[in-house]
């Protein structure tokens, strides 16, 4: 496999990598190239965007949930047919799971891609000191090739020339050019970091200017002659989207809107190729399931955001109530748990209806809950044999208030340095398994296949549905 590629990494943080890789991935879409876009770690906003740009999915390169095997067919698979595929890293270059090493860190992607790393420098506080950050990250580890620079926020061209010189005088690495400091460029953020493009907002208009900007002052021929430099990729030899249909059939209606949008494409992907007809609704909006849902997936997101929303829409709340009652299997993640709950508790204290499968509330609190976790199942149910374990990743502000001490937990948590003490988590009541930690998939293939296995099992559920009594609307 020889796509050209290219890793945008920095040395922390706040660099402007997400907008310097939309900018970079819109400016080549516009020459016509067929860009693949990536996002190093289990991030789902920055990819919103990436994704806007390229007119295509962005795929998530995690090295802590997935195996290095994984981590490649993940690629081989998102670069398909793809002319130049651009990927951004998370948080800085070497920042993994440890500050023991690198693991899950952008630096293991560059070496299970072998591909070079465009450094963002955000040089809006220095010049030639500058050249001191280039040459100890390219010192660091010489697995990692650092081929170039681009500089972020210079004050002015002048600014932008005496740091280029001090870089390549005492590095020899080339800056390919520069982004002015603009406040324009600045992207809204929330709770959980930015907006993403799947909620209202001027976002084409934002990705033309940051396009505009950066083809007028970045050299793109000299990008791209960086990327053509990473050399060719073996080929995946256990291709795991390969399509099986091992599972049977199965509609699975997935939740994605405003609300609901976090959810990696490579699980949507890895249903398809075990059978599954992906349909999508709106919580927002649908006041039906999807015509045959077999099985629903409620993926996280910002439900707290449009609580008020979600709770007016009584009549789909109704027909989920109903779906768990005719025997439906129901997976939630995060965002979704907390739709499943009696309500959502705002940051304004205001409580709003949601579907209630799940006594209790889902209250908003000032605390983050951020950290992968390594999950055990403690016995069968329809996704999971006892005793099997996998990686996710929880993100979220809320909490689970007034959880009944005796309904069942959906994992065990397995210590680990992210999570000190073993504790349960989630819940799974009848055919519901619902939980805050995200999971991808691609770490336990078979997942997928489970849940259409399940879902294939619920016939004409409508029939049953509508012999039953609704359930009384949660106030």
Same mark, same amino acid.
């Given at each position: 496999m020889n796509v050209p590629r290219l890793i945008l990494a920095a040395p922390m943080s706040g660099s402007g990598k997400t907008t310097i890789t939309a900018a970079l991935i819109a400016a080549f879409a516009a020459r016509g190239l067929r860009v693949a876009p990536f996002k190093v770690g289990p991030d789902y906003i920055d990819p919103t965007y990436h994704a806007l740009a390229a007119g295509r999915a962005c795929?998530?390169?995690? $090295? +802590?949930?997935?195996?290095?095997?994984? %981590?490649?067919?993940? #690629?081989?698979?998102?670069?398909?047919?793809?002319?130049?595929?651009?990927?951004?890293?998370?948080?800085?270059?070497?920042?993994?799971?440890s500050g023991r090493d690198d693991a899950g860190s952008t630096a293991q992607i560059a070496r299970l891609l072998a591909a070079p790393v465009l450094? %963002?420098?955000?040089?809006?506080?220095?010049?030639?000191?500058?050249?001191?950050?280039?040459?100890?990250?390219?010192? #660091?580890?010489?697995?990692?090739?650092?081929?170039?620079?681009?500089?972020?926020? %210079?004050?002015? @061209? $002048?600014?932008?020339?005496?740091?280029?010189?001090?870089?390549?005088e005492s590095t020899g690495i080339p800056v390919v050019g520069y982004l002015s400091r603009d406040d324009a460029l600045n992207l809204p953020e929330r709770h959980l970091g930015l907006i993403p493009t799947h909620e209202p907002g001027r976002w084409r208009a934002w990705l033309d200017a940051a396009r505009e900007k950066i083809a007028a002052t970045v050299n793109l021929d000299q990008v791209?002659?960086?990327? /053509? =430099?990473a050399p060719p990729l073996p080929v995946v030899d256990d291709d795991p989207f390969a399509a099986h249909n091992s599972a049977g059939r199965a509609v699975i209606a997935i939740a994605r809107d405003a609300a609901f949008n976090f959810l990696y494409e490579d699980n949507l992907d890895l249903?398809?190729? @075990? =059978?599954?007809?992906?349909?999508?609704?709106?919580?927002?909006?649908?006041? $039906?399931?999807?015509?045959?849902?077999?099985?629903?997936?409620?993926?996280?997101? #910002?439900?707290?955001?449009?609580?008020?929303?979600? @709770?007016?829409?009584?009549?789909?709340?109704?027909?989920? /109530?109903?779906? *768990?009652?005719?025997g439906m299997p129901i997976y939630a993640e995060c965002g979704g748990l907390m739709y499943l709950t009696e309500a959502i508790v705002d940051a304004q204290n205001a409580a709003h209806a949601m579907v209630g499968i799940l006594p209790g509330k889902s209250v908003l609190t000032g605390r983050l809950t951020l950290g992968y976790r390594t999950v055990r199942a403690p016995r069968d149910n329809w996704l999971w044999r006892a005793g099997e374990t996998t990686r996710g990743h929880e993100f979220h502000y809320s909490v689970w208030d007034n959880r009944p001490p005796d309904i069942l937990p959906a994992y065990e948590i397995v210590p680990s340095e992210f999570q000190r003490d073993a504790r349960e988590? =989630?819940?799974?009541?009848?055919?519901?398994?619902?939980?805050? %930690? *995200?999971?991808?998939?691609?770490?336990?293939?078979?997942?997928? @296949?489970?849940?259409?296995?399940?879902?294939?099992?619920?016939?004409? +559920?409508?029939?049953v549905v509508h012999a039953l009594d609704r359930a009384p609307v949660v106030r």
């Open positions: 795929r998530n390169l995690d $090295a +802590w949930m997935l195996s290095p095997e994984r %981590v490649r067919a993940t #690629f081989a698979h998102g670069a398909t047919r793809a002319d130049l595929a651009l990927v951004e890293g998370v948080m800085g270059l070497f920042d993994g799971f450094l %963002v420098l955000d040089v809006s506080a220095m010049a030639r000191s500058a050249a001191a950050i280039v040459q100890g990250v390219r010192d #660091f580890d010489p697995r990692v090739r650092v081929a170039g620079v681009m500089i972020n926020r %210079v004050g002015s @061209a $002048a600014h932008a020339q005496m740091t280029q010189d001090a870089i390549e791209l002659a960086l990327a /053509r =430099g249903l398809r190729a @075990a =059978g599954a007809e992906i349909a999508c609704f709106s919580p927002l909006r649908d006041c $039906a399931l999807p015509r045959g849902t077999q099985a629903i997936y409620l993926c996280g997101g #910002f439900p707290e955001i449009y609580a008020a929303e979600l @709770a007016a829409n009584e009549m789909l709340r109704a027909e989920i /109530r109903a779906a *768990h009652r005719a988590e =989630g819940a799974q009541r009848d055919d519901l398994i619902a939980s805050y %930690v *995200h999971l991808h998939f691609l770490a336990r293939p078979e997942l997928a @296949a489970r849940l259409i296995a399940a879902g294939s099992r619920i016939p004409n +559920w409508k029939r």
